[in-house]
């Protein structure tokens, strides 16, 4: 069974910027693709971004392209999400995601994280 932690969630103002890392245990960390969703209060759990399991392919939604950048290091078990210029709309409950396919990654992964809070002031 494969866990993950994330963190680096936190108040920040619109234009600012954040770093989320998510740690994961249990498995061979370089054997998933990973991702990263958001959830805001009263709406659904929505796709942010995904990566393979070597960081050579990567998918964006398009309200986070340009802003947002997912990147791993297999050597630290660590997938990160970079989000700059952030908006108060990217406010949410941020987690991460794990699946041993990258094509299923945003269509529903197999594993989850606890959740970080973002929260962006205007």
């Known amino acids: 069974q494969v866990q993950l932690v994330e963190s680096g969630g936190g108040l920040v103002q619109a234009g600012g910027s954040l770093r989320l890392s998510c740690v994961v245990s249990g498995r061979t960390f370089s054997h998933y693709a990973m991702g990263w969703f958001r959830q805001a209060p009263g709406k659904e759990r929505e796709f942010v971004a995904a990566i393979n399991w070597n960081g050579g392919s990567t998918d964006y939604a398009d309200s986070v392209k340009g802003r947002f950048t997912i990147s791993r290091g297999n050597a630290q078990n660590t997938v990160y999400l970079q989000l700059n210029s952030l908006k108060p709309e990217d406010t949410a409950v941020y987690y991460c995601?794990?699946?041993?396919?990258?094509?299923?990654?945003?269509?529903?992964?197999?594993?989850w994280g606890q959740g970080t809070q973002v929260t962006v002031s205007s």
């Open positions: 995601a794990a699946d041993l396919q990258f094509s299923r990654v945003r269509v529903g992964a197999s594993t």
